[in-house]
């Protein structure tokens, strides 16, 4: 049986080839995706701006810690990829990065 750890997953991309439907839509809910909502959930935090140009979203990802944040980062753009075209959203290349909570060192300041 593996070790699971915890992963906080950004995800980031680009807007692409939007329809008026979408940029409507997005534009609309602009102010529930901005810094205000970012937090890291399992179903992902969305967060962009007025200008409809990059995008990220925030994952929270459990997975076996020997695949690693590798793989942590490919399931969270999975899930990126799913919500944006579940919502009609078109985008470019997504990249992640991943933090490994269980392994990250805390460094407390000294009084």
């Not at 990829?81 to 460094?107: F, P, Q, V």
């Amino acid at each position: 049986m593996s070790t699971q750890h915890t992963y906080r997953v950004i995800v980031r991309g680009t807007f692409q080839d939007l329809t008026d439907a979408a940029r409507e839509r997005l534009l609309a809910e602009v102010e529930e995706h901005g810094l205000a909502a970012m937090q890291f959930t399992e179903e992902g935090s969305l967060t962009y701006d007025r200008v409809l140009k990059h995008f990220s979203f925030r994952y929270v990802v459990v997975s076996d810690a020997e695949d690693g944040e590798e793989m942590a980062g490919a399931l969270a753009e999975d899930r990126a990829r799913t919500t944006l075209r579940d919502a009609g959203y078109g985008h470019g290349e997504l990249r992640s990065t991943a933090t490994d909570m269980d392994t990250m060192k805390i460094n407390y300041k000294r009084r």
